[in-house]
């Protein structure tokens, strides 16, 4: 199933946001890569969009797409907890 959503960036946010990309395809890859394969991701492709209302993150991807809420493990996983 293919799948694609837009997320906003709060105002002064943005690059915030690029760094957490940057952290989750960067050095927190592996236990990024283990969260997509749990929540039913194959792949998954990220785009920032400025706009005059503000920036928005704009992801696509294909998997069966569990819902993030049901693949994380907050109380047992220490990255999910950062995610």
């Keep these: 199933m293919a799948y694609a959503f837009a997320m906003p960036i709060l105002s002064g946010k943005s690059e ?16 990024y890569d283990d969260l997509q ?3 039913g991701v194959t792949s998954e492709r990220y785009y920032l969009q ?9 992801v696509t991807g294909e998997g069966t797409f569990t819902p993030l809420s049901q693949a994380l493990d907050v109380a ?3 990255f999910d907890r950062w995610f």
């Design 16 to 31: 915030a946001a690029r760094g957490f990309i940057q952290e989750v395809l960067g050095p927190r890859k592996r236990e």
């Design 50 to 58: 400025s706009s005059p209302e503000g920036d928005l993150i704009i």
């Design 37 to 39: 394969r749990r929540q």
């Design 76 to 78: 047992g996983n220490p």
